[in-house]
């Protein structure tokens, strides 16, 4: 006759416990964004290293419009778009730090598109982090097919041991961004959702806009055009990103 679970070797009986607490953390942890202050540990500790056991580090950002640079179209602002703002703060921060700021993006492109992209013209530059803002323009292809995109290109990066680091959308001025569950509210909330799910960065730029306006704030103030921010928007959204790097 088996005896009861009570009755099992002591040993067994812990591996057993342990093996379903490992289970419980596990699944905790794969339902939480990744830390700012964690996440990137690795390459904040080879940013400071000196010459010559530093080497190249590759940021890659991928997405629409808005990391290319476009501010009044068909004008594109490059220094003052976000990716070389960021890379301004990393280099005061990290004075001895060799940085590639690369974009891959591509003004009026969905992540469909971006994903089909992806395994020729983004993974060949080697990111050692991939940015993905496609949220703005995901609107005209509707949630469920953003989300398949958008995972695809996350497993993709993250298959090849890359850091993944979504980015909620940028204000479109057309949609009162204070408006319950507005399409730019539900693009931020699925890629919260995606973030979590699969425990990598995500800079939420999207909230810290909505912030301003319910503070009072005339977000035209932070836009070049209709859709697109200008310096002073970038600056916004670099200081988020800015935040996986302290």
Same mark, same amino acid.
């Given at each position: 006759m088996k005896k009861p679970i009570y009755q099992m070797n002591r040993s067994y009986f812990l591996a057993f416990l342990f093996f379903l607490s490992a289970i419980f953390v596990g699944n905790a942890v794969a339902q939480e964004i990744a830390a700012p202050g964690t996440y990137l540990s690795a390459l904040k500790t080879e940013f400071v290293?000196?010459?010559?056991?530093?080497?190249?580090?590759?940021?890659?950002?991928?997405?629409?419009?808005?990391?290319?640079?476009?501010?009044?179209?068909?004008?594109?602002?490059?220094?003052?778009?976000?990716?070389?703002?960021?890379?301004?703060?990393?280099?005061?921060?990290?004075?001895?730090?060799?940085?590639?700021?690369?974009?891959?993006?591509?003004?009026?492109?969905?992540?469909?598109?971006?994903?089909?992209?992806?395994?020729?013209?983004?993974?060949?530059?080697?990111?050692?982090?991939?940015?993905?803002?496609?949220?703005?323009?995901?609107?005209?292809?509707?949630?469920?097919?953003?989300?398949?995109?958008?995972?695809? /290109?996350?497993?993709?990066?993250?298959?090849?041991?890359?850091?993944?680091?979504?980015?909620?959308?940028?204000?479109?001025?057309?949609?009162?961004?204070? /408006?319950?569950?507005?399409?730019?509210?539900?693009?931020?909330?699925?890629?919260i959702e995606l973030a979590k799910k699969y425990h990598i960065g995500l800079s939420d730029s999207f909230e810290q806009f909505k912030s301003l306006a319910k503070s009072g704030h005339n977000l035209k103030d932070y836009m070049a055009q209709s859709n697109h921010p200008n310096k002073k928007g970038h600056e916004l959204i670099a200081e988020e990103l800015f935040k996986y790097f302290r």
């Open positions: 290293k000196k010459w010559p056991e530093n080497h190249t580090i590759n940021l890659v950002f991928h997405g629409h419009s808005v990391p290319t640079g476009y501010f009044a179209t068909p004008n594109v602002n490059t220094l003052d778009a976000y990716p070389h703002s960021l890379l301004v703060k990393l280099k005061q921060l990290y004075p001895f730090a060799v940085i590639n700021m690369i974009t891959t993006s591509i003004g009026g492109e969905n992540s469909e598109q971006g994903q089909k992209r992806l395994k020729k013209e983004v993974l060949i530059h080697r990111p050692d982090v991939l940015f993905i803002d496609y949220a703005l323009n995901d609107r005209g292809i509707g949630l469920e097919r953003s989300k398949v995109a958008m995972e695809k /290109m996350i497993k993709t990066a993250l298959s090849k041991g890359i850091k993944v680091i979504l980015l909620t959308p940028s204000p479109d001025i057309s949609t009162d961004i204070l /408006m319950a569950d507005n399409p730019l509210q539900q693009h931020s909330r699925q890629l």
